[in-house]
Structures are given as C-alpha cells and as structure tokens.
C-alpha cells in the first residue's frame, strides 16, 4: 500500500534554533515529494517540492527539505524557527512520478516555536 | 486569480438532511481534489476528477456521499443523508494535470461541516 509517515504529532522548538519535521514514504514508482502548511482555520499552502535533480529542495519563508532515496525520506528543515513558524505540517506524496495526479498525505505534524 | 473557492465556510446540519459542498478551482486547472479532514483520520481523498471526469473515486466513504463536476469551474460534494461521523473540514484543491515542475495543488479555505 502506498502510504506517507509522519512519525512525530508535535515537534517542539525554541525560537532561534533548528527545526525538523519528519517525513518517510512508500510509493510505487519514483515519487514526487511535497511539503504543505495549514494555519488554524485555513486551507493548506504549498510550501515546497521535489520532481528530480538536487535532492535540498528550497522553498517559502525560509523552509528546505532533503530527499533521500535509500531511506526513503524527505524531512522538512530550517536553520532558525520562528514563532510564526507554528502551524500543522503535511508532507505528502504523488506516486508513479506524479503521473496519477493524486495526492497521499501524511497524518501531519503540529509545531510549535516558542519565544 | 481569486484561488480555489469553496462555500459554504460552515454548514450545521440535522442528521438526516441533505448537505451539498460548492467549489470552484483556479481558472485553467484541469484536476480537482475533494479531501475530508478529522482529527482521527487526517486528510483523505475522497475524489478527484481530471477533465471534469471522475479518474479515482475508492476513497469515498459510502453510498451517501457523491460527486460531480459538471464542467470545469464547478464541482459539488453531496451527502444524503447526512450523519454525525460526517461531521469535518471538507477540502477542495485543483491542479493543472499531472503534477510537474510548474505544477502543485491549490486548496480551497474548507467547508466546516457539523452533523447535529
């Protein structure tokens, strides 16, 4: 079954430091990987995506994600969380190289940056 | 463009009723996604069309639950009739076909919808 983990329910980080929101995968095909945002009471927004090339994909606000292929993994990253960081993460899946033009998604990831 | 517009925000409904949920995707986009979020469950897709033709319809839940895109800037959601365990944020997202360099799906604010 094609599926998307996203092992952690809340990550919490102190303003100023790293952040990481982790995502694994199990697709057929090659995958197209993404990453979205959802604020309280509000639809999610894209924020980044990997089709091929460079695995350290870059996107909003300052957001990066790394896609590995032997661990099946495309973990969101930042060098410096913000408060207004805070929102649900969703990392998600179009498998068979987004040739189906679906979207699995993972059960999402609250974080939460404190001051 | 105004984004993928969907209405009502919030529907409360007895059970039993009929609810229909509205949307309208971003001019051009071809594909369009209905998903229901909960608390247990997450986001699930339930339908999505490409060319106003329903490709993938496994993930709707039952019978009382269907779809329609009767042309490409107007899809509806129909529950009948409703019950309480219907009770999430229903979202629409649209796409150009096929996902690719330029491509991503765009959602819809959701319709919140309570079954009393």
């Known amino acids: 079954a094609q599926s998307v983990a996203q092992p952690e329910d809340q990550v919490n980080v102190a303003e100023g430091n790293p952040l990481t929101v982790k995502c694994t995968y199990s697709v057929s095909g090659n995958p197209y990987l993404f990453w979205y945002v959802q604020y309280p009471n509000r639809g999610l927004q894209f924020l980044l995506k990997?089709?091929?090339?460079?695995?350290l994909v870059k996107g909003s606000y300052g957001f990066e994600a790394e896609f590995n292929k032997s661990q099946t993994s495309f973990h969101l990253k930042k060098p410096s969380a913000l408060v207004s960081d805070s929102a649900l993460y969703f990392c998600?899946?179009?498998?068979?190289?987004?040739?189906?033009?679906?979207?699995?998604f993972g059960k999402g990831t609250k974080l939460s940056v404190k001051p | 463009d105004a984004g993928v517009i969907q209405s009502p925000r919030h529907e409360v409904t007895e059970m039993g009723q009929e609810v229909t949920l509205r949307c309208k995707p971003i001019s051009g986009h071809n594909s369009l996604f209905w998903y229901r979020q909960t608390m247990m469950r997450g986001l699930e897709l339930l339908i999505y069309f490409n060319n106003n033709v329903p490709i993938d319809d496994s993930g709707m839940p039952e019978d009382r639950f269907s779809a329609k895109m009767p042309n490409a800037s107007f899809s509806t959601l129909k529950i009948q009739p409703s019950e309480p365990r219907d009770s999430a944020v229903y979202f629409c997202?649209?796409?150009?076909?096929?996902?690719?360099?330029?491509?991503?799906?765009?959602f819809g604010q959701g319709t919140r919808l309570t079954v009393v």
């Open positions: 990997y089709i091929t090339g460079d695995n």
């Open positions: 998600a899946v179009s498998p068979y190289g987004g040739s189906q033009g679906n979207l699995i």
């Open positions: 997202a649209s796409s150009l076909p096929f996902f690719g360099e330029n491509t991503e799906a765009f």
